[in-house]
């Protein structure tokens, strides 16, 4: 293997190419993952405008490039999955059959450490290190959207029938229901950033819109085309005011559901979810195959679903004092989160405290 280590600035047009075309591959296990729009170049170039230290290491076999690794790194070598914190997929992207030797492809980079959150399944090298393994819900909408909503009545008639009325409920009292899959005006994109936010510090979470490089990731995103990758903001209106939105990213076959939110006055209709199905409809006619939920336990996602992926989180270390270092630091509070969140005895206690210190914070 021929491993070269490259600033965003520094990567051709053909290797970007050739990274979308490894995503684009025929299926096998795994594919669909490696498809995921947080794996695409586009969200590592943008990840590099607004970080510091984001590097593309290229593989190649033969002088032909075989696999893509984007990561952040430290001056000091600790290095972590690009946009940690705000990605939900992550690892190589790689051509079919392709496997490396991990503590080698991190030598290479000048890494002593690399650390992901979101590993996508099939990434055999690095999920030998995992500490955890994580479901990520999934809507398949690869055989239409009415099988999609058959299968959905079937599973829940009455979450079905009651989010459907509400909908139709929303439309007589507020004014016409209209959907808009691609909303082009940035200052929806900034209502959507509100709401989010406003949810955040209500529900007692970290506000991520208070990070200055998040809220300019986002706007770089929503204004980013380049081939299937697109940055999607989807709008519910009713009347002619927006009362849910969503901005996620697409590519062929995937639509990465990233930040969605709904104006807290119409609640009672469950706009969200109305959002929710109408994206599954939009995405079903472009000819995606699902919608990635990301992991994480919510019961909208727990409704929608039709099945789980799995993703990783952990360590590839080698041996060096600065990964020794790095790995302590962080594992306690990544374990004890983990704790929390995968027994409902100590989440929903933990969870109703966020919100009373969440609703005492925002007064």
């Known amino acids: 293997m021929d491993i070269s280590v490259h600033r965003t600035g520094e990567l051709s047009a053909a290797d970007r190419a050739a990274w979308t075309a490894l995503q684009s591959a025929a299926p096998v296990p795994g594919a669909a993952e490696l498809g995921n729009p947080f794996l695409a170049p586009e969200f590592a170039l943008a990840v590099g405008r607004c970080r510091r230290g984001v590097r593309i290491a290229v593989v190649r076999e033969g002088g032909e490039p075989v696999a893509y690794f984007p990561f952040q790194r430290t001056a000091t070598g600790v290095g972590r999955a690009v946009g940690l914190g705000v990605s939900d997929a992550q690892g190589v992207v790689h051509r079919p059959g392709f496997t490396w030797d991990a503590r080698e492809l991190l030598r290479a980079c000048g890494l002593a450490v690399f650390e992901y959150d979101h590993l996508v399944a099939g990434q055999r090298p690095?999920?030998?290190?995992?500490s955890g393994t994580f479901a990520s819900p999934v809507i398949d909408v690869d055989r239409g959207y009415d099988v999609y909503l058959a299968g959905l009545r079937e599973r829940s008639p009455k979450f079905t029938r009651t989010t459907l009325a509400k909908e139709r409920r929303l439309g007589r009292d507020?004014?016409?229901?209209r959907y808009v899959h691609d909303e082009r005006d940035p200052a929806v994109?900034?209502?959507?950033?509100?709401?989010?936010?406003?949810?955040?510090?209500?529900?007692?979470?970290?506000?991520?819109?208070?990070?200055?490089?998040?809220?300019?990731?986002?706007?770089q995103l929503f204004h980013t085309r380049s081939g299937p990758f697109a940055g999607i903001l989807s709008v519910l209106y009713a009347g002619r005011r927006p009362v849910a939105a969503h901005f996620g990213?697409?590519?062929?076959?995937?639509l990465a559901c990233w930040f969605p939110a709904y104006d807290p006055a119409f609640a009672k209709y469950s706009p969200g979810l109305v959002l929710h199905l109408r994206m599954a409809e939009a995405a079903a006619a472009e000819g995606i195959g699902h919608l990635d939920l990301g992991r994480g336990r919510k019961e909208y996602k727990d409704a929608l679903k039709t099945r789980e992926i799995q993703v990783s989180e952990g360590w590839v270390t080698r041996r060096h004092p600065v990964a020794v270092g790095h790995r302590a630091r962080r594992a306690p509070a990544r374990a004890l989160r983990n704790a929390v969140v995968a027994r409902p005895e100590l989440f929903d206690p933990a969870d109703r405290w966020l919100?009373?210190?969440?609703?005492?914070?925002?007064k």
Do not use: N, P
């Open 355 to 362: 919100k009373r210190w969440g609703k005492i914070r925002s």
């Open 189 to 219: 994109l900034r209502t959507l950033m509100g709401w989010k936010s406003a949810q955040y510090r209500r529900t007692g979470r970290g506000d991520r819109f208070a990070h200055e490089w998040i809220t300019g990731l986002a706007h």
């Open 126 to 130: 690095f999920e030998a290190y995992a």
């Open 174 to 177: 507020v004014g016409e229901v």
């Open 249 to 254: 990213l697409r590519t062929g076959r995937v």
